[in-house]
């Protein structure tokens, strides 16, 4: 620490007398052993004999109370809150944060500073704790669910962490934090009627924007919904930095495939193997970008365009989409989930996705992969799937007791399953949203065989008649 322009040192790199340009009365300033940061203290005196007599006493008290285990420096809350959020600001403009870091941010300004703001960081007990807990459920009406309460104990635990590395607190004044929030709640979703009925109503919410700009949000969201909707992609955390660049196409027996290369996420970067019908939706996305309408979407993919997929007509980022399709919730008369009593959001498009990978039968491992999360997440977010996903299996109509064994017959269902790709409900949603149909070779490269096979035929049998 540097010497100001009148000091005295009274200990080198321990204790120094400081006065300040605009006071006449000396500081005491002085650092303790195990502790980082310089105290200061004035004496309330100009007198030199007097103020090196009260800081001999303000620094070997202070030596005391962090041997005995009792903080060196007093804070308040909101002061040490203050600098742990100015830290996550940092890093999110640097691009170093996690996602999360946005979100500790607002926890920390909602709720923490201003119920704690004005107490000393050291007198925080557990009883305050339980307080707060009231005091944010009233706020709310309601109890934050057991992943949002895990959110803000992060955010409060970082102000500990620093309160403790500078002094303020010791590990003994630490409080326990804890999570009364519930495990396992079913998130409001959608039927897929009901995603259906909402596509059908985009044309109209679309139509009733009052404002230009209010007109181009909304055909914006008309597409990034079934977008979510089809990938199972986290709104806003992995959309929005997503490039065209990031597509990738890779030909695998004669079918496009699409990959995403996703940047950001609540685990990082990881890619994505995109349905099918995501190529009708890229599709409308580039006809509504005017710097890229006049190419293909091959040519586009190819070029690789450093330009983010979800922006508006007029080239601009949307800023805010949920409280957009919060309207077009009301408008459709969708915004509550009849089964969970919730309203939806657009993190409910996840589930939906989530919802009919597992009745198509995609193992949950492998869903757990694809959509960036964890096995234990998806088993305790969809286990009231399960009965529906085995349905099949428990009626006898493929494999096991009761099925049609030795017939070839169970081949044939199991073909014809498979060739639902064609009329299977995502893609269904997609259509219903873009107005588009998808080329049958993409839809599924068995059916579109066995359809130009049959065509052969009926060809051959047509000939040998004439």
């Not at 409060?156 to 590990?171: H, P, Q, S």
């Not at 009052?210 to 199972?232: H, S």
């Not at 017939?407 to 060739?419: D, F, Q, V």
Request: a positive charge.
């Amino acid at each position: 620490m540097p010497l100001a322009k009148e000091s005295i040192v009274l200990k080198p790199a321990e204790l120094r007398l400081v006065r300040r340009d605009d006071s006449s009365n000396w500081q005491a300033h002085f650092k303790v052993k195990g502790v980082r940061t310089w105290v200061r203290k004035t004496t309330n005196t100009n007198n030199v004999s007097e103020a090196a007599s009260l800081a001999e006493r303000f620094y070997m008290k202070a030596t005391f109370d962090f041997e005995d285990g009792r903080p060196v420096i007093t804070r308040r809350f909101r002061s040490v809150a203050a600098v742990v959020i100015l830290g996550l600001e940092e890093q999110i403009r640097d691009s170093t944060a996690l996602v999360s870091y946005k979100e500790y941010i607002t926890a920390l300004k909602l709720y923490h500073i201003p119920f704690f703001g004005a107490h000393y960081i050291d007198n925080i007990t557990p009883a305050l704790i339980s307080e707060f807990h009231a005091w944010r459920r009233d706020q709310l009406g309601r109890e934050l669910s057991a992943s949002a309460q895990n959110t803000h104990n992060v955010a409060m635990n970082r102000v500990f962490d620093l309160a403790t590395e500078k002094g303020y607190m010791n590990i003994y004044q630490r409080p326990p934090l804890k999570n009364t929030g519930h495990v396992g709640d079913r998130r409001a979703e959608f039927s897929h009627d009901e995603i259906i009925k909402l596509m059908q109503c985009g044309d109209s919410f679309i139509a009733n924007a009052r404002m230009a700009k209010t007109k181009l949000i909304r055909e914006l969201l008309t597409i990034y919904v079934p977008f979510m909707a089809a990938t199972g992609m986290r709104p806003g955390t992995e959309a929005e930095f997503l490039e065209w660049r990031h597509i990738d196409v890779e030909v695998r027996d004669g079918q496009p495939i699409l990959h995403f290369r996703l940047q950001r996420g609540k685990r990082g970067a990881r890619n994505l193997i995109a349905h099918h019908s995501c190529w009708l939706l890229l599709e409308k996305l580039k006809a509504q970008s005017p710097d890229l309408a006049h190419l293909s979407l091959n040519e586009v993919l190819k070029k690789r365009f450093a330009k983010r997929l979800f922006r508006l007509s007029d080239g601009t980022a949307p800023h805010e989409l949920n409280k957009s399709f919060r309207q077009w919730l009301l408008e459709s008369g969708l915004l509550q989930c009849p089964v969970t009593s919730k309203e939806r959001t657009l993190y409910s498009l996840r589930h939906y996705y989530a919802t009919q990978r597992l009745l198509e039968g995609i193992p949950i491992h492998d869903l757990a992969q694809q959509m960036g999360t964890s096995v234990q997440m998806i088993t305790k977010h969809y286990s009231h799937l399960t009965p529906l996903m085995k349905a099949k299996q428990f009626a006898g109509v493929i494999g096991g007791v009761g099925s049609l064994n030795g017939s070839g017959e169970s081949e044939l269902i199991k073909t014809l399953m498979a060739s639902q790709m064609a009329n299977n409900n995502i893609l269904s949603m997609v259509q219903a949203s873009t107005h588009l149909s998808l080329p049958l070779i993409v839809q599924s490269v068995v059916l579109t065989q066995d359809f130009t096979k049959r065509l052969e035929d009926a060809q051959q049998q047509q000939a040998q008649v004439i």
